[in-house]
């Protein structure tokens, strides 16, 4: 099983961008997923997941602004950016794992996409 995330792009600070993350197989009904980044000269980092049920949490920096939703049916998980900033500059990878009580631990990884914010 292989995740891809895709969707990255140069966009104006303000502006909006939509990531995919699709799988080989049908492994979203069964994992909850999430979405990581990690930006130049720093740690990565949790942006967010979505579980099983379709709940979803943010990290602070992002709450209010980022939306993750799944569909299982296209086994693709999207990540939708509204109000970009400088800081959201970074790679973005999407993951499964397991969300329990509140937290989320990823299991398997796929390769990233750039997103770049300019201002």
């Known amino acids: 099983v292989q995740l891809q995330a895709s969707g990255g792009g140069l966009v104006q600070a303000g502006g909006s961008l939509k990531l995919s993350c699709a799988a080989t197989?049908?492994?979203?009904?069964?994992?909850?997923v999430g979405w990581y980044r990690q930006a130049p000269g720093k740690q990565r980092e949790l942006v967010g997941f979505i579980s099983i049920g379709g709940s979803s949490n943010y990290a602070d920096s992002v709450k209010g602004r980022f939306t993750i939703s799944r569909d299982n049916t296209k086994n693709t998980v999207y990540l939708q950016m509204n109000s970009l900033k400088d800081d959201d500059t970074a790679v973005y990878f999407c993951?499964?794992?397991?969300?329990?009580?509140?937290?989320?631990?990823?299991?398997?990884w796929g390769q990233g996409t750039q997103v770049t914010v300019s201002s």
């Open positions: 993951n499964t794992g397991a969300a329990v009580l509140g937290d989320y631990y990823p299991t398997r």
């Open positions: 197989g049908s492994i979203f009904s069964v994992d909850a």
